[in-house]
Each structure stands twice: as C-alpha cells, then as structure tokens.
C-alpha cells in the first residue's frame, strides 16, 4: 500500500523567511496530493492540493510543487507569519472518492515574532 | 466544501465504558471516514462508512471495539466499546466533497482513565 514520508518533523523559522516542507510516496497510482494544517485543539484544514496532472499550483502565499517522476511533492510558505504556525500533514491518494487518503507523519513549523 | 459538526467535543471516560460520538454534515455525502489521532501522530484510518451498508473497517481496527452507523447521507457515529487508557485519542470524522476532496471535522478528545 502506499506509504508517505514527510520532512522535517520539526521546523523554526523567523517571521517573514520562507519555510519548505517536503514529502515523498511509494505508490506510483497516487494522483492526488493534499496538505492540511492543523491548529491546537482543531481538525486539520485543507490549505491546498494538487493532482498530477500540473507540477505546480499556488495560492497566495502558498505553493505546492509536484515530481511524479521522483514521486516527491513539497509545501512551500512565503513570507511566514505568527498565525502559520501549526502542524501540517502531507497526504496522497488515488483521488476519487473511494480511495483512501494517506497521510505523512506530519511537519510541525513553528514561526517566531 | 462541507460543513462538519461532532459531539461530544471531548469526554472524560472510565475504563470498560462505551462513548458514541457523532457526526454531522450540512450536505449530503456518499463517502464518510473515521479516523484516529493519537497524541502527538498522524492520522489513522479506522474505517469507511457508506451509508445503506457495513462499514469496512482498516487493518487493526475491528466492528465489535468500534461499530459504525450511518443510517443516512448527512449523518454518521462512531463507538468506543469497552475503553481502556489506550484508546485516548483524538477521533475525527471526515467527508468527502467538492472536488473529491476530503474535509474534517472538529475531532472529540478522548481521555479514558
């Protein structure tokens, strides 16, 4: 089964610097990458996501790159805040809605005022 | 997007008691999802459950110790049977909407003494 690795598990960066996370995944059917944020006392949050078909997508201050070939896709945040810190989960799937979504072990980023 | 809602948002249990959480979409959803959050990990799924049918349950998690309704398209519970200290965790419901994406819910924070 599919199997998602994630990088670093632990991240501190000054406010304002960029901060990168990076996950690999071991089944090449995956198709659909998402990330979610999550907050203390929360559920996660899809911030974004990306499907195989485009090797880059952004949203405001966020980015997602996609290498199928290397089946490796990274979180890029840009000019981090206070309010990103969070834990933030990498995930893959096959992308319908049947299949199931596998997370990493998730990034905890801490960003510092 | 979906809108989830889960009671309780967190209990305190005694060891060998039951505590049914349930959750709630504001739309209707084929697919509903339960997983488990143990302190400080990743998240686990526990099953699937689609409603008009048994729930089918992942590797390491059982229908006697956590069995699952969904008696329509908005609605789902999951049950902790016969709880031990080990079963503290964070439980969250999640659907999948929009765009084959998958939402989550507020997740209930389970502590059994």
């Known amino acids: 089964g599919e199997n998602v690795e994630q990088h670093p598990s632990t991240l501190s960066v000054q406010e304002g610097d960029s901060a990168v996370i990076k996950c690999t995944y071991s089944?090449?059917?995956?198709?659909?990458f998402p990330w979610y944020k999550q907050e203390l006392g929360k559920g996660p949050q899809l911030i974004i996501d990306?499907?195989?078909?485009?090797g880059e997508k952004k949203d405001q201050r966020i980015a997602v790159t996609l290498n199928k070939t290397a089946k490796h896709f990274s979180l890029h945040i840009t000019e981090t805040q206070p309010e990103d810190s969070a834990v933030y989960f990498c995930a893959a799937s096959k992308g319908t809605s049947y299949d199931k979504v596998i997370f990493g072990p998730g990034t905890s980023l801490s960003v510092i005022p | 997007s979906a809108v989830i809602s889960q009671k309780p948002s967190r209990d305190i249990c005694q060891r060998g008691t039951s505590l049914t959480i349930q959750c709630q979409v504001d739309s209707q959803v084929t697919m509903m999802f339960w997983y488990r959050q143990q302190p400080g990990q990743s998240l686990t799924l526990i099953a699937t459950?689609?409603?008009?049918?048994?729930?089918?349950?992942e590797s390491g998690f059982v229908i006697d110790k956590f069995p699952i309704s969904r008696p329509n398209l908005t609605f789902s519970t999951l049950t902790v049977s016969n709880m031990s200290p080990e079963d503290s965790s964070i439980y969250l419901c999640?659907?999948?909407?929009?765009?084959?994406?998958?939402?989550f819910g507020p997740g209930t924070r389970l502590t059994v003494l």
């Open positions: 459950a689609n409603q008009g049918s048994e729930a089918t349950y």
């Open positions: 999640s659907v999948v909407a929009g765009y084959n994406e998958q939402f």
């Open positions: 990306i499907r195989s078909n485009v």
């Open positions: 089944d090449s059917a995956s198709n659909y």
